[in-house]
């Protein structure tokens, strides 16, 4: 089982829309959480974090967690064309002292005009 | 702040020869990431250092990579001899408290 695992899509949504993008990760320590998007050719951009349970909006985008369901998702409202990306989900165990981040192969996003 | 810079964009070698990828991490960040990506394997972490010093290399793919942190503002990473198969963008990240960033990439094509 992967550790960060993340349906690859690719998600077509209409303009306007909310997406939704699901993260699932298998190790209960785990406890920062990011989601960066990554245009074609691009280096992946950090989006959103989170850190406790509950959501967390920033503009159009809202990061929720729950952490006993070992899930987190990201939601973007009034989707634009520009939205159509991969999404990335990350995930750091701390209490390990590994600070590197442990990421998810990404979801596909496509917003139709 | 400039962000993480890398060098070079793009780099085309043909299969042997030695490659060097450069990174400068953010002013003030200790940790520095060196990570590759492909189509077929995704993101996938090669080491990271913290204040200069290597702290987890298991994802160095084999002897033929090395990586060099000689100071907080500098970053290395080789691959010496280049095969076709270490064709993929290369990414150097820096993280400070909690947030990482990403550098640009580093395009590479061993032919």
């Known amino acids: 089982q992967k550790e960060v695992e993340q349906n690859s899509g690719p998600l077509s949504v209409p303009e306007g829309a909310i997406a939704s993008l699901n993260c699932t990760y298998s190790?209960?320590?785990?406890?920062?959480f990011f989601w960066y998007r990554q245009y074609s050719g691009k280096s992946p951009e950090l989006i959103m974090s989170?850190?406790?349970?509950g959501d967390k909006e920033d503009g159009r985008f809202t990061a929720q967690l729950n952490k006993a369901s070992q899930y987190v998702s990201l939601l973007i409202r009034d989707s634009q064309p520009s939205d159509s990306a991969t999404y990335l989900c990350?995930?750091?165990?701390?209490?390990?002292?590994?600070?590197?981040?442990?990421f998810g192969s990404g979801t596909r996003l496509q917003v139709q005009p | 702040d400039a962000g993480v810079i890398q060098s070079p964009r793009h780099e085309v070698t043909e299969m042997g020869q030695e490659v060097t990828l450069r990174c400068k991490p953010i002013?003030?960040?200790?940790?520095l990431f060196w990570y590759r990506q492909t189509m077929m394997r995704g993101l996938e972490l090669l080491i990271y250092?913290?204040?200069?010093?290597?702290?987890?290399d298991s994802g160095m793919p084999e002897d033929r990579f090395s990586a060099k942190m000689p100071n907080a503002s500098f970053s290395t990473l080789k691959i010496q001899p280049s095969e076709p198969r270490d064709s993929a963008v290369y990414f150097c990240?820096?993280?400070?408290?909690?947030?990482?960033?990403f550098g640009p990439g580093t395009r590479l094509t061993v032919t």
């Open positions: 990350a995930v750091e165990q701390k209490d390990t002292g590994r600070r590197a981040l442990t």
């Open positions: 190790d209960r320590v785990s406890q920062s």
């Open positions: 990240a820096s993280r400070g408290t909690d947030e990482q960033y």
């Open positions: 250092f913290n204040n200069n010093v290597p702290i987890d």
């Open positions: 989170i850190y406790s349970n």
């Open positions: 002013s003030g960040h200790d940790y």
